[in-house]
């Protein structure tokens, strides 16, 4: 898969949202071995398509904050994509993989107001793009919260 091509792609059509909701043409096929559901390949997505475009685009951290506002703005699908974005970038932050740290105290609270907005649709089943269903996303994002909680003394729910 051709990442470069993929991401200077979304960025040229203001398409970077749909890149990150695995909307067709940007989907990135998540593992048959994965034992979740997901709409695309987050970790490859946030790696190959933001984190190793940081010399190509000096841009790239708001391109991918701003994204991400957008999604929590949006319905429950998307309000738990843009929390999976979210884990995954504390994820690599922890690692030292992360080329660029998302400002946490931004994202937080707008994640704590989305969430509370979407409280009853995100204990439902919410539909991916790739027709993947999710059952009561708000049970992952509740074992997210543990964790920051535990480890970073915040809460998003």
Do not use: H, W
Not at 22 to 29: A, C, D, F, I, M
Not at 96 to 109: D, M, P, S, Y
Not at 134 to 140: F, I, S, T
């Amino acid at each position: 898969m051709n990442y470069d091509y993929l991401i200077n792609k979304a960025i040229q059509n203001n398409e970077a949202k749909d890149l990150l909701c695995g909307k067709k043409p940007y989907e990135v096929e998540v593992s048959k071995y994965t034992s979740d559901v997901f709409p695309t390949d987050i970790n490859s997505v946030l790696v190959n398509c933001f984190y190793k475009q940081l010399e190509n685009a000096a841009n790239i951290k708001e391109i991918f904050e701003n994204n991400l506002k957008q999604l929590l703005n949006e319905n429950a699908c998307n309000v738990y994509i843009a929390i999976l974005y979210f884990d995954a970038c504390i994820f690599y932050e922890e690692i030292g993989k992360a080329t660029f740290f998302i400002n946490r105290e931004i994202l937080v609270r707008n994640i704590k107001e989305a969430v509370y907005k979407n409280k009853d649709e995100l204990t439902q089943i919410i539909t991916f793009e790739n027709g993947m269903k999710k059952y009561n996303p708000l049970k992952n994002i509740e074992n997210f919260n543990k964790y920051y909680e535990k480890e970073y003394s915040f809460s998003i729910v």
